[in-house]
């Protein structure tokens, strides 16, 4: 059964091959960690940082959760929470940012995952989240309509992986 975990030392060198299949397939529409810089003491090096986001204790950033999706000990993808609407959520990165490994796509797991994460989100007290997808992004768009997305707007952005492009913002009330 597919779950939503807080990020776990057991699962470091997991984590490490679902970002290397992002990096090696380029995926652009979410940057995951670098795979380079995962090994086994990754989780204990980067653990505090974590926690300090969770508190919002990062200047100018919303507070931010970070789960990690698991199949019966498989890993699946990684689901990152952002409480507050800040600029840069409003009008760049949104609350919600996820993605599945490429070897598991179209299995049903982005759904599912979404699903599960929008149950957390009201969990953590939202009543409604943004959701920003680059408009070429027809399976995330496909996935955020079918759970319930009500279209906002298109606007222009920019990011350096991605270049310019437009940006959809999507709410679904929770
Ligand atoms: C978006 C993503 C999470 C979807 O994960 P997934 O496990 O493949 O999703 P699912 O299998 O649950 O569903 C995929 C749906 O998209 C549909 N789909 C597949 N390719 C599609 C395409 N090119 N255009 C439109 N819809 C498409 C499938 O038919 C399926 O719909 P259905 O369940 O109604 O039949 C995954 O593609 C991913 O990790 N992408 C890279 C990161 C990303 O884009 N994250 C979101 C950023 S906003």
Known sequence: M???????????????????????????????SNPDTIDEDWFSRTKSWYEKKEKGLVEGQSPSF???????????????LRTEFTEKVLKEIGSIGYAVRVSEWGKGY?????????????????????????????????????????????????NEVEGEHMLRRYWICL
């Open 2 to 32: 597919l779950q939503l975990i807080k990020r776990c030392p057991e699962y470091t060198l997991d984590y490490k091959e679902y970002c290397q299949e992002l990096y090696d397939n380029k995926v652009v529409y979410f940057r995951p």
């Open 66 to 80: 970070h789960y990690w999706a698991v199949d019966d000990g498989k890993f699946i993808g990684e689901f990152q």
């Open 110 to 158: 982005g759904t599912k995952m979404l699903r599960l994460g929008l149950a957390l989100a009201k969990e953590h007290g939202m009543e409604k989240v943004l959701f920003t997808i680059n408009d070429k992004n027809t399976t995330s768009i496909h996935v955020c309509e079918k759970l319930g997305g009500k279209l906002e707007d298109i606007i222009k952005a920019y």
